[in-house]
T-cell receptor, first 115, second 115 residues
Framework: AQKITQTQPGMFVQEKEAVTLDCTYD???????LFWYKQPSSGEMIFLIY??????QNATEGRYSLNFQKARKSANLVISASQLGDSAMYFC????????????FGKGTHLIIQP | ETGVTQTPRHLVMGMTNKKSLKCEQH?????MYWYKQSAKKPLELMFV???????ENNSVPSRFSPECPNSSHLFLHLHTLQPEDSALYLC??????????????FGNGTRLTVT
């Protein structure tokens, strides 16, 4: 069975600072994908970034980057130069490779950016 | 505007009522999903459909009955619900096979309250 652990229930960060949101995972599958989503108070889940288990490079998408450490089974999300609009819940998720299975989600981190 | 549309946005129903949640995706995807999001819990995968065929049912009680008439539409029929079924119900879609690591695209959800 797969499991995602996010150990930070909440974080307060000053605007313009970089933020690291932690995520560790557990799986016995050799092939898997890791995803990060943002959920503002409006409720919609917004896809941010994806990392495949066989990808050699860490994924980057604009201000978002994924610090993937396969041996440690961690996939931390880094947000550079945080903005007030980054305040939201952030979820780490995983899908085992080879099919169109649903994603397994962590409990999330509530990020609040302070001016 | 989201490519996945859910209606209604809010629903209040009694335990003896029958209602349906509707989801429509305009992204040309082949896989669709129902998730339940309760307070302080990770998102729970309920059902997965690939090319209109149900491929996953995560031990969901029979009072929840999904229907997928085509790859663009997904319904969740509700009957004799319990107060603990009150939650945000999220629909999502993805490319599915043969692209197993495509991200899920979510709708805004239906906030369900069972009285």
């Amino acid at each position: 069975a797969q499991k995602i652990t996010q150990t930070q229930p909440g974080m307060f960060v000053q605007e313009k600072e970089a933020v690291t949101l932690d995520c560790t995972y557990d799986t016995s599958d050799p092939s898997y994908g890791l995803f990060w989503y943002k959920q503002p108070s409006s409720g919609e889940m917004i896809f941010l970034i994806y990392q495949g288990s066989y990808d050699q490079q860490n994924a980057t998408e604009g201000r978002y980057s994924l610090n993937f450490q396969k041996a440690r089974k961690s996939a931390n999300l880094v947000i550079s130069a945080s903005q007030l609009g980054d305040s939201a819940m952030y979820f780490c998720a995983m899908r085992r490779g080879g099919g169109a299975d649903g994603l397994t989600f962590g409990k999330g981190t509530h990020l609040i950016i302070q001016p | 505007e989201t490519g996945v549309t859910q209606t209604p946005r809010h629903l209040v129903m009694g335990m003896t009522n029958k209602k349906s949640l509707k989801c429509e995706q305009h992204l040309g995807h082949n896989a669709m999903y129902w998730y339940k999001q309760s307070a302080k819990k990770p998102l729970e995968l309920m059902f997965v459909y690939n090319f209109k065929e149900q491929t996953e049912n995560n031990s969901v009680p029979s009072r929840f009955s999904p229907e997928c008439p085509n790859s663009s539409h997904l319904f969740l029929h509700l009957h004799t619900l319990q107060p603990e079924d009150s939650a945000l119900y999220l629909c999502a879609s993805s490319q599915g096979k043969p692209d197993p690591n495509s991200p899920l695209h979510f709708g805004n959800g239906t906030r369900l309250t069972v009285t």
